[in-house]
């Protein structure tokens, strides 16, 4: 049935006696990172959902989602996907990090089911079906756009006993004829109406709750609308779903969000690449107000916020803020190089307005971080640090990412004009730039450290509080504290603790490295001892005298206010529930200054009184951190808040 035939008496598994349906098919989605918890197949649910409620396919075809974590075997994916009857249809949701496994688990079903289907999809490999077809000839068809009808009538073909190798009535893909000729088929339209796309909540094509009866992702993914008005050279965003936006209805993320919100689901993230900037935004906020009024959830809603911020940003954050809603506020500037910018396509806020932007949140207590993107063409390694240390001035968490180089970007493009040396990773697809015109071979690896560096503790917050002291009282930067970080750990090397925490790698290259080190750090409380060690040596010597000891003290209330790792050093704490989620609490924790007054008085640039006038806190840690360590916008929740400052007399 759908192309060339084979005996199914010869394959392991029996046939079944009765079949309701004609057809099944099986997506395969994996997220990125290892996380406790799942990502939510948002994608492959939008597939399921368009298929089941097809009035011709939806009858004769049973599709069903297979989910991992990112950091699942290759040997359980396929243990998994192979001990039942293999589908009619295997389709995979690609990405840079799992193309190579998703390629091998091709080759497992093709030796199974010869006369099954492999689909690909995703934006790693849309558009790229030679490479794909060449690398992967287990591979059938390559997806190059918007996926939910385009699945659809791949199936619809399959049903019509189709030849594989034949599919030009289908838009939107990619196939090889019988002479292994590669087409491309039109493109397919653009989904003007998106609510004709059924909702994969609202269907059940994503159940809300496992076997146990609990969420069983670490979010909820959703999304508003589709394009991006922009088109950045790094990026495929605007290129994969358009430039034009397009919106899901209010009526549809009402009923979405009255789920969530019915199931106690923390945390919402859209999958947006601009929120804020329209008023159908500021409309959805009011909605998930009044989600969160009717059940006390969603708590928090993190997404991709608009580059350019309006008066509807900020009426946004405002409305937030009043509900008591969390959120990681984006300055997505990437660059503060002006010849970088030219070459990435994009335009930043001016420095005032982003200066601005930074202090107005920060007034708020609000929390922000900001981007920025390391090996782009025209920065060089001295524009970068200064850039990075003019912005953390505002803001201290910088989320400083490697340059990649996506598939169908300008940069992949015009990669001779920009002099790029890349190299693919060892164990994901994504190409990796090792040097470009304005950067060598050598300044990349010593900035790969120091991303390394960077992004453990400045973006992850292992350090969350020391940054603003050192620079106002020590006159260091926070790009100078961590390169003495890189600097000192290198030279160290030979400490078996340092050994144990670095592994084998020394080229920082595998972002694997980040998670794995960070798991460590919150895993042993030993490794701060090796962290005092270089504060001693490396900072407190680079210190004015009459600032050291509360340098010191600014120093261990980062150590005490850290996030608490599966109940780690919180084995006495109180668990106390506090805005309807559980929270270690502990009382009666000394410090010679009243911290949170000091450091909201340095970050004001006021003076600060250097004689000890003792204090006794009462902090407050979420529990769970343990789930979301891998990512650092949820992640923030779990720092410790004071509750309490009482003055000891």
Same mark, same amino acid.
């Given at each position: ?6 005996? $199914? ?5 029996? $046939? ?35 298929? !089941? !409620? ?21 040997? !359980? ?26 390629? =091998? ?37 390559? %997806? &190059? ?21 034949? *599919? ?30 059924? #909702? ?11 076997? $146990? ?11 508003? &609308? ?53 008023? #159908? ?58 010849? =970088?910018?030219?070459? +990435? ?57 490697? *340059? ?56 992850? +917050? ?48 595998? #972002? ?75 009382? %009666? ?29 009462? *902090? ?14 949820? =992640?923030?929740?779990?720092? !410790? ?9």
């Amino acid at each position: 049935m759908g192309g060339n035939t084979v005996s $199914r008496s010869a394959l392991p598994w029996p $046939r079944p006696r009765s079949r309701a349906k004609r057809g099944r098919a099986l997506i395969v989605q994996q997220g990125a990172w290892d996380m406790p918890k799942e990502s939510m197949p948002l994608a492959a649910g939008y597939l399921k959902a368009a298929v !089941a !409620a097809d009035p011709v396919v939806g009858p004769e075809f049973t599709v069903e989602i297979q989910n991992f974590r990112g950091g699942e075997s290759l040997g !359980a994916m396929a243990r998994a996907i192979f001990s039942d009857n293999p589908p009619d249809v295997l389709a995979f949701s690609v990405f840079g990090w799992n193309f190579n496994q998703f390629g =091998a688990l091709a080759e497992t079903y093709r030796s199974v089911r010869p006369d099954g289907w492999v689909v690909f999809g995703g934006t790693h490999v849309a558009h790229q079906a030679e490479r794909v077809f060449r690398k992967f000839p287990q591979v059938d068809v390559v %997806a &190059n756009g918007e996926g939910e009808y385009t699945f659809r009538d791949l199936l619809l073909a399959f049903l019509e006993d189709g030849s594989v190798c034949d *599919l030009a009535g289908v838009p939107g893909i990619s196939y090889r004829d019988e002479e292994g000729t590669v087409h491309t088929t039109a493109e397919a339209p653009k989904i003007e109406n998106l609510d004709t796309i059924p #909702s994969p909540f609202l269907t059940g094509a994503i159940p809300l709750l496992d076997h $146990r009866g609990q969420f069983p992702y670490d979010v909820a993914l959703m999304e508003t &609308n589709r394009g991006c008005p922009y088109k950045c050279s790094f990026c495929y965003w605007g290129g994969a779903v358009g430039q034009k936006m397009r919106d899901f209805s209010r009526e549809r993320l009402r009923a979405e969000l009255d789920m969530f919100g019915y199931h106690q689901i923390p945390t919402v993230v859209l999958c947006d690449s601009n929120f804020g900037m329209r008023q #159908s935004d500021a409309e959805f906020v009011e909605d998930l107000v009044k989600t969160r009024e009717k059940y006390g959830f969603p708590q928090s809603l993190e997404t991709s916020w608009a580059k350019n911020k309006s008066k509807t940003f900020h009426n946004i954050v405002r409305r937030m803020k009043e509900q008591g809603f969390q959120s990681s506020f984006t300055v997505a500037l990437q660059t503060l190089d002006d010849t =970088a910018l030219r070459d +990435m396509g994009r335009r930043n806020m001016r420095l005032n307005e982003w200066e601005d932007l930074a202090a107005w949140l920060a007034a708020e207590g609000l929390d922000a971080y900001a981007e920025l993107i390391w090996g782009a063409p025209g920065e060089t390694v001295e524009s970068f640090l200064t850039g990075y240390d003019r912005l953390s001035k505002h803001v201290s968490r910088i989320a400083v990412y490697p *340059l990649l180089l996506l598939p169908n970007t300008s940069y992949v493009e015009n990669r001779e004009e920009h002099g790029f040396l890349t190299v693919r990773g060892d164990s994901d697809d994504f190409e990796y730039v090792l040097a470009n015109r304005t950067v060598t071979v050598a300044e990349n690896v010593m900035m790969q450290r120091f991303m390394f560096w960077a992004r453990m503790m400045s973006e992850n +917050m292992y350090f969350r509080h020391i940054w603003a002291p050192l620079r106002e009282l020590a006159g260091l930067t926070q790009s100078t504290v961590l390169l003495s970080l890189s600097d000192w750990f290198q030279d160290d090397s030979s400490d078996p603790a340092i050994a144990e925490l670095m592994g084998d790698r020394r080229e920082f290259t595998d #972002s694997g490295l980040v998670v794995e080190s960070l798991h460590k750090l919150y895993a042993e409380p030993r490794f701060e001892q090796v962290f005092q060690r270089w504060w001693d040596e490396a900072i407190i010597p680079k210190v004015p005298e009459q600032y050291r000891h509360l340098l010191d003290e600014v120093f261990r209330y980062d150590n005490v206010t850290r996030p608490v790792y599966a109940g780690i050093g919180a084995e006495n704490a109180e668990v106390r529930t506090i805005d309807s989620l559980p929270h270690y609490v502990r009382s %009666a924790i000394r410090f010679d200054y009243a911290m949170p007054r000091v450091l909201e008085a340095i970050r004001a640039g006021e003076p600060v009184d250097t004689e000890p006038a003792p204090v006794e806190l009462t *902090l407050a840690h979420r529990v769970g951190f343990e789930e979301y360590l891998d990512n650092h916008e949820l =992640a923030t929740y779990y720092s !410790a808040r004071c509750l309490a400052i009482q003055e000891l007399t």
